[in-house]
């Protein structure tokens, strides 16, 4: 029988961490999860599984490379999947020196401890990057072989993480691989991420919650996956026979405006949109009512518009399959989830009155 397999995940109270865990452990795994402290414990995306007695949590952080050689040299993972990240683009613009030490430097902290715990020929390693590596894109689609043009110091220093890595495999023949994944989202993602704010708002609007809906650059494109479907392919790439990058993407593009009409629709909210630029509004078709409105509060110093990913390399080699979600099957996903949340709120502060 061969030997049961233990990974450790970074970021495993984060959207895809705590998914990854979850399928990691549906596999078999012992599952190790590093935590930061914070004053509030909000763990709600692994509170279901924390009584797993494969399940484990540990307290580190990317910024302490003590922290990590303890971390690493304790678990003795066969896989480490590195996904602690700051990883709000436009934060990283007003946090950008605490957003390198952790996106780009602790990519090496990681790498380091690795090599100090003496675990460099059996340890395998995926790394978290972003098609915010094309940034300012020079090809469209992106593909593996597209020069990066990092926008935002989030870019720039997931740029530094993607070389290092790469580094590491060439210089000391490590198991290192990065996941170049587009933007994937799910009814876990983060409320400040431009779809989970506008599924969330637009659930709260229905339901009197919430009487506007601000967003930024409407027009911005964006290549959008299920989380769900994107955790199997960072396995997939530890799965492999040689350690090799990856685009993660499902080859399908939609505006910020498309995915609002959308799940708008979702609720039972039929929208359009009249006027330009900052002046651009979301009105209800049934009412007359402006529900979404322009705030340049939401627009960038520099700003990626234009992301749309090939999957060619990760089908072929992986046989990974990247429409396996639709876009209006995730748009729903995440509507009809928030849909729910809306609806208790309502009924608790009815409740109430
Ligand atoms: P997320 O929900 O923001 O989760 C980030 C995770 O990193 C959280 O668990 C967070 O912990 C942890 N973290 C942050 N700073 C840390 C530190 N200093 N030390 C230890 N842990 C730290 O992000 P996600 O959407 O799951 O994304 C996962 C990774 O993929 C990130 O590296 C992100 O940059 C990258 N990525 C995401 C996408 C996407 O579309 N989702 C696309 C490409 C790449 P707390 O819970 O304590 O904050
Ligand atoms: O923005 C525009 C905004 O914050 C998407 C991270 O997971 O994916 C994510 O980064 C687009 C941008 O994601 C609002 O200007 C308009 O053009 O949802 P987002 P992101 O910046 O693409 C990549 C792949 C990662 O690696 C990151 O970790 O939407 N937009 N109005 C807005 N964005 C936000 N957040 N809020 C708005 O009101």
């Known amino acids: 029988m061969s030997k049961r397999k233990t990974a450790l995940i970074t970021g495993v109270t984060g959207q895809d961490g705590s998914y990854l865990a979850e399928f990691l452990l549906s596999k078999g795994y012992d599952v190790h999860g590093c935590i930061r402290r914070s004053s509030t414990d909000y763990r709600e995306r692994i509170d279901h599984i924390e009584g797993n007695p494969d399940f484990h949590l540990h307290y580190a952080d990317l910024s302490d490379s003590v922290s990590l050689v303890k971390l690493i040299g304790e678990v003795k993972p066969d896989e480490i999947y590195n996904l602690a990240a700051q990883s709000h683009v436009q934060v990283s613009f007003d946090v950008p020196e605490y957003t390198a030490n952790v996106d780009a430097l602790g990519v090496l902290r990681i790498l380091e401890a690795v090599r100090l715990c003496g675990l460099a020929d059996t340890c395998r390693i995926y790394q978290a990057s972003t098609s915010e590596l094309f940034g300012r894109v020079e090809e ?16 720039v220093a997931k740029q530094y993480g993607y070389w290092i890595i790469r580094e590491y495999r060439d210089a000391y023949h490590m198991f290192c691989c990065n996941g170049i994944l587009f933007n994937h989202e799910s009814e876990r993602r983060g409320e400040t991420f431009v779809t989970r704010k506008i599924t969330l708002a637009a659930s709260r609007i229905k339901y009197g919650l919430q009487e506007k809906l601000y967003l930024g650059n409407l027009s911005s494109r964006r290549d959008w996956g299920y989380a769900k479907d994107y955790i199997e392919c960072m396995w997939l790439i530890l799965q492999s026979d040689e350690p090799d990058d990856y685009v993660i993407a499902t080859g399908e593009q939609h505006t910020v405006r498309e995915f609002a009409l959308l799940a708008f629709h979702d609720v039972g909210i039929e929208l359009e949109f009249t006027g330009e630029g900052p002046d651009e509004k979301g009105i209800d078709k049934a009412t007359g009512r402006t529900l979404i409105e322009v705030s340049p509060d939401f627009y960038r110093p520099t700003d990626v518009v234009n992301l749309l990913g090939d999957p060619t ?8 399959n990247p429409q396996k979600t639709s876009f209006e099957e995730l748009v729903k996903i995440m509507a009809d989830s928030d849909l729910r949340k809306a609806e208790a709120e309502a009924r608790t502060r009815d409740l109430r009155q």
């Not at 469209?140 to 870019?155: G, I, K, L, N």
């Not at 390399?313 to 990974?320: D, H, Q, T, V």
């Open 140 to 155: 469209v689609p992106q593909r593996e072989t597209t020069p990066f043009h990092p926008y935002s110091p989030y870019a």
């Open 313 to 320: 390399k990760a089908k072929a080699k992986l046989g990974w």
